[in-house]
Structure formats: structure tokens, C-alpha cells
């Protein structure tokens, strides 16, 4: 029985004494034709249980197909998976976004349904195309488990990433210079907004978020700080701890600063890793948990490979790239003020963000 888009369908394969006859058309074991493994697999990642699977088979195509083979046809993505987890990766990324998001998964030694966390490295190329660089799972977020996420990526052929855009999460800044020494953090404005509106009554909330408008979209750094001194002088006595908590992660908030607002807009959020979140949960809100880790990451994997389809390009990055040479540098020139050599190194890697062969290409600047 061969199983297709118009139903099951019998045929008769002939036999041999000598077993020497091989089929061309349909195989020997083949029950399937027509595309029903990526008809299967295109369900299954949007976000269709097993069960859906079956009676949507059954009730468009006429076809009763078994949970098993639902299973093995879907476990065939993992080996995609590895391939795609181990790839190589390109040497250098300007801005790579990371983050992690909650899914419930029953955990295989207690068998209880925890909430695990899955972390998502999203880099972007200098040509402006988003590439997600992969993903993994683990009981809980930490700096301790990014530092090994960042090896990996190491491991598999970056040498350098010119921006990190990461959360307010504690000890993230460290776990990254560790496996990227020269990599510049920039936390992510939008969440140090909702941590610093945490500590204000409703009532006030519009104000204060009006207020801090003015520190991070301040002309530059200094400007910014001024910004601050003012914003601690207006509400410091009211709410005193919001101004402190931007001063102790400032070292992180100010490298947006260096670069022109079209560039400003991608790198002062993680807005671009947040929609990709967006989608995953798309999918596995439908799932009240996943039974192991492995068929999370199918799922997530289906989720991730349906999000690269579309708009991988950013589009105030190829805007920013079509610029001079000199539209470049004069922006990181400002940020550097009278530190010279300093500067020196940062204007470098500011272009190589643009353009990676750009000292390969421009000999004649004098900064090969």
C-alpha cells in the first residue's frame, strides 16, 4: 500500500525466483510518495501535535497513519540539526544579539515539567543578513553557561565580534570578553528602562520614562551623563534607586554613542533577537510542554529555519554601508575624543563592521 496526496494507493510488485528485479520508480520498503515527509514535517513545525497530524492526514488526504511514523519522520530533523549546530561560521560578526527564552520541558531524571531555558545566538553579517548561530538548552540562565556557549562559537571559527547586544543579566559582560577580550557589550536600553520603571509607582511612569528619553537619546556620551546628573536631581530623592542602576552597567550603555542613528537603532535593543523569541513561542505555545529536549529543538530548529526564509536583511545596515569612508570615521572620531591611539584601534574595528576586506580594499588610508 503507497501512501500519497490522493490517498493509499495498492500496488502489485513483481517477483523473481533470483530476487534480482529492483524497482526505479517506487523502492523497495517505500510506503510514501508525493512529498508526505515535508507535508508531515511542515505541520509538525507549525506547531501541530502528533495527534493533529493524524487526523489532518486523515482528513484531507484519507490517510490513517500511525504516531510512530509521525516520530520517525520528524526525528529525521535532528540530523539537519547537528549539521546546523556544528557548522563553521564566519570569522567575524559586527553585532551579535543573544538571549534566552522559557520553555516548559519535562525534565528526563525527576519527570517533572520545568521551565528550562533556551539560548539563542543571533549574529548579523557585514553585509546586513541576520544568521542565527544557534541554539541551546539548559536548566537555567546564567553567565556561566554562555561563557561555554561563547567557547563554542569559537570553536567553530569566529575570531572576533565587534558588538554584543545582551540583557541586564549579571556577570553577562564578563562571560564574553572572556572567549572575545576585544568585544565592546552594549547593554540593552529597553531593558534597563522596564528594570528602572520597576521602581516607581504607576503614577508616575510616564513622567519618569519621558525623563530617561533624554539620557539615551542624548547627541553622545557626554551629553548622556549630563542627562543623568539632572534625571538623579529631578527624581533621586523620590525614587533613589534608578539613577544607580544605570551608573553601575553605564560602561555598557554608552558604546551606542559611537555610531550614526541608523546603526544606533539596531545595537540599543535586543528588539532584533525579540522577534525571533517572538516566533519560537509562536510555535510552542500550542505544546503544553515537550517530553524531552530533543523534541524541543526540533520544533525550536523548524521555528528558527521558517524565520531565516524571510527578511533576513536589516535594512539600516545596507543604508549605513553605502556611506563614505569618511561618513565612517568622523562619528568614532567624536566618541574617541583626544585618546588617540585608542581611537585609532576603534575606528578600526568600527569599519570592519562595514566591511571586513576594507583595509585590504582602501591601502592608501594609512590604517592596513
Given amino acids: 500500500m503507497l501512501k500519497g496526496n490522493d490517498g493509499a494507493v495498492p500496488i502489485d510488485i513483481p517477483r523473481d525466483c533470483d530476487g534480482s528485479f529492483e524497482p526505479v520508480l517506487i523502492q523497495k520498503g517505500q510506503t510514501r510518495i508525493d512529498g508526505m515527509d515535508d507535508k508531515i514535517i511542515g505541520l509538525y513545525a507549525a506547531g501541530l501535535s502528533t495527534r493533529d497530524i493524524r487526523a489532518h492526514l486523515e482528513e484531507v488526504y484519507g490517510l490513517r497513519v500511525s504516531a510512530d511514523l509521525v516520530s520517525r519522520v520528524t526525528d529525521a530533523v535532528l540530523a539537519e540539526v547537528s549539521d546546523w549546530q556544528n557548522r563553521a561560521l564566519e570569522p567575524v560578526y559586527p553585532i551579535v544579539f543573544l538571549d534566552a527564552l522559557r520553555v516548559k520541558i519535562r525534565d528526563a531524571e525527576s519527570r517533572q515539567v520545568k521551565n528550562k531555558a533556551v539560548y539563542v545566538a543571533l549574529g548579523v553579517t557585514s553585509e546586513g543578513e541576520r544568521e542565527v548561530l544557534g541554539l541551546w538548552i539548559a536548566n537555567n540562565e546564567g553567565a556561566k553557561f554562555w561563557l561555554s556557549i561563547m567557547n563554542n562559537l569559537r570553536n567553530r571559527g569566529i575570531e572576533d565580534i565587534l558588538i554584543a547586544v545582551v540583557d541586564g543579566l549579571k556577570g553577562f559582560p564578563e562571560a564574553i570578553n ?109 505544546r503544553g510542554s515537550f517530553p524531552t529536549d530533543e523534541a524541543a529543538t526540533k520544533l525550536i530548529y523548524l521555528a528558527i529555519r521558517s524565520f531565516e526564509k524571510t527578511g533576513r536583511c536589516v535594512r539600516e545596515w545596507v543604508a549605513d554601508r553605502c556611506g563614505t569612508l569618511e561618513e565612517v570615521v568622523l562619528p568614532a572620531l567624536s566618541w574617541c575624543r583626544d585618546e588617540c591611539f585608542i581611537g585609532f584601534l576603534y575606528i578600526s574595528r568600527y569599519l570592519v563592521m562595514f566591511d571586513p576586506k576594507i583595509f585590504q580594499c582602501r591601502p592608501e588610508s594609512g590604517l592596513s
Fill in 178 to 286: 572572556a572567549a572575545f577580550p576585544e568585544t565592546t557589550v552594549q547593554t540593552c536600553i529597553v531593558h534597563l528602562v522596564r528594570h528602572s520603571l520597576n521602581f516607581c509607582g504607576w503614577k508616575d511612569r510616564k513622567a519618569v520614562a519621558k525623563d530617561l528619553k533624554w539620557i539615551y537619546q542624548a547627541t553622545n556620551d557626554t551629553q548622556a551623563e549630563k542627562a543623568l546628573d539632572a534625571f538623579e536631581a529631578e527624581w533621586g530623592g523620590k525614587y533613589p534607586s534608578i539613577a544607580p542602576s544605570w551608573r553601575r552597567a553605564w560602561q555598557e550603555v554608552i558604546p551606542f554613542f559611537a555610531f550614526p542613528p541608523s546603526v544606533r537603532k539596531i545595537i540599543y535593543t535586543t528588539n532584533a533577537i525579540e522577534s525571533l523569541n517572538r516566533v519560537i513561542r509562536k510555535t510552542t505555545k500550542t
